[in-house]
């Protein structure tokens, strides 16, 4: 592969005139004979714009003979004594005619590659996993907004603060259910089913189902399983990188004099290549399962009856009465309100749930609370003042 070196001189700005873009052969200043120092930047070089797909330079190289002389002087060095610029290669500062002492600065030069930097191997993932992933990457983004939103506004939502109000009213409500332990027919797999005798309930407690009287058993379909069924050819396409000709891709690197060396040479370039991927894969079929399913008897708790009583305030809670079998149970549920008004911007209103008959007699309606509500006006917490 051809190398191809230029030369490319930079620019500095004086900051005694504001003259701009002076080329960097010039030490001093052409407006106000002003020595290039340190100071004020104008050891700071301009060297223009690159390509971005080479990296080559976008300004002419040097081809005059006094500028290339100066380029591969070396680097530039500061008089200790006056600041003044210096070429890399005098011993005497240009301008007070001091020699080159160790605490001379000097500007930094990068070290020399013998050739352009190599072309990374080329990449194996194909063009449509990046474009997966960007898509993949859009989507996590959307469903990273929703999700975040959705869990501030559960966090703000869910948030407490303390203030005070008052009980408004209280109500109760009970219900008894009556269940009896009755003779019902089901279906269920035959190799499931183990006959056994019911055990009936005495006083609601103590019952045991039984299965008996196993009859009608057919043939039905209980599920299925994957058979193997030969093979398959499947395909996909897939894309890979291909050489495909060359390319230019330049590198620079600073000679610490205003002067950059451009090194270009012609690298192997890849294109995107599209091809089938094809392999033979095990074909599979469902195969559906087959087993017995046979009717039964046993038992099972129904609801037979209920009643219910609800009051409020002053209304002591009771529950309703219900008569029995030996055969029957009951069961009870109890249910409480609190209803409170509370400050929070205005006046609101809420309810809260005590959880037994005990707290929920220790209400009064009238009664001065402080509340724990949360910003979605849920009641977290009462307390009497």
Known sequence: MSKRIRIIEGTWNCTSCDTKGILARHKKCPQCNNPRELTGKESEFDFGGTDAATGKALREGVTDEKALDLAHAGADWFCAYCGASNRGDQTLCKHCQAERTDDARALHEEEAAEDAPPMPAPPRASSTKKTLGKVALVIGGSLFFCCSSTIIYGLWSTSTHDTTGQLLNTEWKRTVYQERYTPVTLEGWQDELRPQPPRMPVNGLGEFAGVQNVR??????????????????????????????????????????????????????????????????????????????????????????????????????????????????????????????????????????????????????????????????DIQQLLPR
């Open 216 to 377: 009608g058993c057919v043939s039905s379909r209980r599920g299925s399983r994957k058979v193997a069924d030969g093979t398959q050819r499947v395909c996909s396409t897939k894309t890979r990188k291909k050489a495909c000709g060359t390319e230019e891709k330049c590198q620079t690197r600073n000679k610490g004099n205003g002067f950059q060396e451009e090194v270009c040479k012609d690298v192997t370039r890849y294109c995107d290549e599209s091809y089938e991927d094809c392999r033979n894969e095990t074909r599979y079929r469902d195969e559906p399962v087959y087993a017995s399913k046979c009717d039964y008897d046993t038992y099972q708790w129904k609801e037979v009856g209920r009643r219910e009583l609800s009051g409020q305030a002053g209304e002591p809670p009771r529950w309703p009465e219900l008569s029995v079998s030996p055969t029957d149970r009951l069961r009870r549920e109890e249910h409480y309100v609190l209803h409170v008004e509370y400050e929070d911007d205005g006046k609101k209103q809420a309810t809260f749930e005590p959880k037994t008959e005990q707290e929920f007699l220790s209400w009064k309606p009238g009664q001065t609370v402080s509340v724990t509500v949360t910003r979605g006006g």
